[in-house]
Protein backbone atom coordinates (compact mmCIF):
# COMPACT_ATOMS: atom_id res chain seq x y z
CA UNK A 1 0.00 0.00 0.00
CA UNK A 2 1.27 3.34 -0.96
CA UNK A 3 1.49 6.19 1.32
CA UNK A 4 -0.96 7.83 -0.28
CA UNK A 5 -3.14 5.04 -0.06
CA UNK A 6 -6.35 6.67 2.54
CA UNK A 7 -8.67 3.82 2.20
CA UNK A 8 -7.43 2.72 5.37
CA UNK A 9 -8.12 4.57 8.75
CA UNK A 10 -6.33 4.16 11.54
CA UNK A 11 -8.70 5.22 14.34
CA UNK A 12 -11.31 7.78 14.85
CA UNK A 13 -13.87 8.24 17.74
CA UNK A 14 -17.96 8.28 17.24
CA UNK A 15 -19.75 10.10 20.04
CA UNK A 16 -22.56 7.21 20.42
CA UNK A 17 -25.41 7.17 22.78
CA UNK A 18 -23.56 10.35 25.44
CA UNK A 19 -20.23 7.61 24.91
CA UNK A 20 -17.14 8.25 22.68
CA UNK A 21 -16.53 4.95 20.97
CA UNK A 22 -13.10 4.16 19.38
CA UNK A 23 -13.15 2.95 15.46
CA UNK A 24 -9.99 0.90 14.59
CA UNK A 25 -8.35 -0.36 11.48
CA UNK A 26 -11.66 0.46 9.73
CA UNK A 27 -12.17 1.33 5.77
CA UNK A 28 -12.98 4.84 5.01
CA UNK A 29 -15.79 3.54 2.97
CA UNK A 30 -17.54 1.55 6.24
CA UNK A 31 -21.50 2.63 6.36
CA UNK A 32 -22.11 3.84 10.04
CA UNK A 33 -24.48 0.42 10.38
CA UNK A 34 -21.18 -1.74 9.51
CA UNK A 35 -19.55 0.41 12.17
CA UNK A 36 -22.18 0.01 14.73
CA UNK A 37 -23.22 -3.47 14.25
CA UNK A 38 -19.80 -5.61 13.57
CA UNK A 39 -16.94 -3.09 15.00
CA UNK A 40 -18.54 -1.73 18.39
CA UNK A 41 -21.14 -4.37 19.39
CA UNK A 42 -24.49 -2.44 19.04
CA UNK A 43 -26.59 -4.38 16.71
CA UNK A 44 -30.27 -2.42 16.92
CA UNK A 45 -29.86 -0.84 13.88
CA UNK A 46 -30.50 -3.59 11.19
CA UNK A 47 -29.16 -4.12 7.62
CA UNK A 48 -31.94 -4.61 5.18
CA UNK A 49 -32.13 -2.79 2.08
CA UNK A 50 -28.23 -1.14 2.59
CA UNK A 51 -29.98 1.79 0.40
CA UNK A 52 -32.14 3.56 2.61
CA UNK A 53 -35.39 2.30 1.66
CA UNK A 54 -36.49 0.66 4.46
CA UNK A 55 -35.92 2.57 7.93
CA UNK A 56 -34.36 -0.24 9.37
CA UNK A 57 -31.19 1.30 10.22
CA UNK A 58 -32.48 4.47 11.50
CA UNK A 59 -30.57 6.59 14.00
CA UNK A 60 -30.71 10.40 15.60
CA UNK A 61 -27.96 12.27 14.35
CA UNK A 62 -27.67 15.83 15.26
CA UNK A 63 -30.96 15.72 16.33
CA UNK A 64 -32.38 14.15 12.67
CA UNK A 65 -33.37 10.74 11.57
CA UNK A 66 -31.23 9.61 9.49
CA UNK A 67 -30.22 6.21 7.68
CA UNK A 68 -27.06 4.63 9.38
CA UNK A 69 -26.34 2.37 5.61
CA UNK A 70 -26.03 5.89 3.74
CA UNK A 71 -23.28 7.53 6.02
CA UNK A 72 -19.94 6.77 5.49
CA UNK A 73 -18.69 6.11 9.38
CA UNK A 74 -16.02 8.83 9.23
CA UNK A 75 -18.07 11.50 8.33
CA UNK A 76 -19.63 10.80 11.26
CA UNK A 77 -16.93 12.36 13.58
CA UNK A 78 -18.21 15.09 15.44
CA UNK A 79 -21.85 13.94 15.78
CA UNK A 80 -23.86 12.99 18.48
CA UNK A 81 -25.80 9.50 17.78
CA UNK A 82 -28.07 8.03 19.18
CA UNK A 83 -29.37 4.42 18.55
CA UNK A 84 -32.43 2.42 19.22
CA UNK A 85 -29.41 0.75 22.36
CA UNK A 86 -29.58 4.31 23.82
CA UNK A 87 -32.90 5.13 23.89
CA UNK A 88 -33.69 3.41 27.69
CA UNK A 89 -32.13 4.70 30.58
CA UNK A 90 -30.54 2.42 33.27
CA UNK A 91 -31.40 -1.14 30.88
CA UNK A 92 -34.79 -0.75 30.63
CA UNK A 93 -37.04 -0.01 27.90
CA UNK A 94 -38.57 3.43 26.81
CA UNK A 95 -41.55 4.72 26.89
CA UNK A 96 -41.93 4.19 23.09
CA UNK A 97 -40.53 0.43 23.15
CA UNK A 98 -43.47 -0.23 26.15
CA UNK A 99 -45.83 1.11 24.03
CA UNK A 100 -45.11 -0.68 21.22
CA UNK A 101 -44.93 -4.07 23.24
CA UNK A 102 -48.61 -3.56 24.57
CA UNK A 103 -50.21 -2.53 21.44
CA UNK A 104 -48.78 -5.63 19.28
CA UNK A 105 -46.81 -2.83 17.13
CA UNK A 106 -43.63 -5.75 17.22
CA UNK A 107 -44.30 -9.05 15.35
CA UNK A 108 -40.89 -10.30 13.95
CA UNK A 109 -38.87 -7.42 15.23
CA UNK A 110 -36.53 -6.63 12.52
CA UNK A 111 -38.03 -3.58 11.73
CA UNK A 112 -38.78 -2.54 14.96
CA UNK A 113 -35.49 -0.21 16.06
CA UNK A 114 -35.74 1.60 13.18
CA UNK A 115 -39.45 2.04 13.74
CA UNK A 116 -38.46 3.40 17.65
CA UNK A 117 -35.81 5.56 16.67
CA UNK A 118 -38.04 7.24 14.27
CA UNK A 119 -41.10 7.58 16.59
CA UNK A 120 -38.72 8.97 19.62
CA UNK A 121 -37.82 12.06 17.03
CA UNK A 122 -40.92 12.66 15.95
CA UNK A 123 -42.28 12.80 19.53
CA UNK A 124 -39.05 15.32 20.40
CA UNK A 125 -40.04 17.20 17.53
CA UNK A 126 -43.45 17.33 17.95
CA UNK A 127 -44.95 16.09 21.03
CA UNK A 128 -48.85 16.39 19.94
CA UNK A 129 -48.90 14.92 16.17
CA UNK A 130 -52.02 14.63 14.11
CA UNK A 131 -52.23 10.73 12.38
CA UNK A 132 -50.98 12.66 9.47
CA UNK A 133 -47.66 13.95 10.61
CA UNK A 134 -47.24 10.19 12.01
CA UNK A 135 -47.78 8.39 8.99
CA UNK A 136 -44.98 11.36 7.26
CA UNK A 137 -42.82 10.56 10.26
CA UNK A 138 -42.78 7.25 9.54
CA UNK A 139 -43.24 6.96 5.90
CA UNK A 140 -39.14 6.12 5.70
CA UNK A 141 -39.92 2.71 7.38
CA UNK A 142 -41.50 -0.43 6.08
CA UNK A 143 -42.64 -3.05 8.01
CA UNK A 144 -43.94 -6.38 6.44
CA UNK A 145 -45.95 -8.02 9.00
CA UNK A 146 -48.24 -5.51 11.66
CA UNK A 147 -49.91 -3.62 8.70
CA UNK A 148 -48.69 -0.38 10.89
CA UNK A 149 -52.71 -0.14 13.08
CA UNK A 150 -50.62 -1.44 15.94
CA UNK A 151 -47.64 1.07 15.60
CA UNK A 152 -49.99 4.36 15.04
CA UNK A 153 -51.69 3.21 18.20
CA UNK A 154 -48.47 2.51 19.58
CA UNK A 155 -47.50 6.43 19.17
CA UNK A 156 -50.64 7.94 20.01
CA UNK A 157 -50.41 6.37 23.48
CA UNK A 158 -47.16 7.23 24.22
CA UNK A 159 -47.92 10.76 22.85
CA UNK A 160 -50.94 11.19 25.03
CA UNK A 161 -48.66 9.20 28.39
CA UNK A 162 -45.80 12.41 27.49
CA UNK A 163 -48.70 15.42 27.31
CA UNK A 164 -50.20 13.53 30.44
CA UNK A 165 -46.72 13.67 32.38
CA UNK A 166 -46.08 17.14 31.16
CA UNK A 167 -49.00 18.57 32.29
CA UNK A 168 -48.64 16.85 35.87
CA UNK A 169 -44.73 18.57 36.36
CA UNK A 170 -46.20 21.85 35.13
CA UNK A 171 -49.36 21.81 37.59
Same mark, same amino acid.
Given at each position: ?? *??? #?? *? @? ?11 ? =? ?9 ? $?? &? ?14 ? !??? /??SCTV ?5 ? @? /?? /? $? ?5 ? %? ?7 EGLG #???? $???? !? +? ?7 ? !? ?8 ? %?? &? ?7 ? *? ?6 ? =????? *? ?12 ? %? +?? @??? !? ?6 ? &???
Amino acid at each position: MS *NSD #TS *N @VEAYELRINGRNH =EVRDSWIGESL $LY &VLRERLGLPGAKGACE !QGE /CGSCTVIMDGRA @V /CS /C $LVMSASA %VGSDIATVEGLG #TDGQ $LSDV !Q +RAFLEAGGV !QCGFCTPGFI %VA &VHHLLDASP *NPNDEQIK =EALSG *NICRCTGYGRILEA %V +RT @VAV !QRRGQQRG &VEA
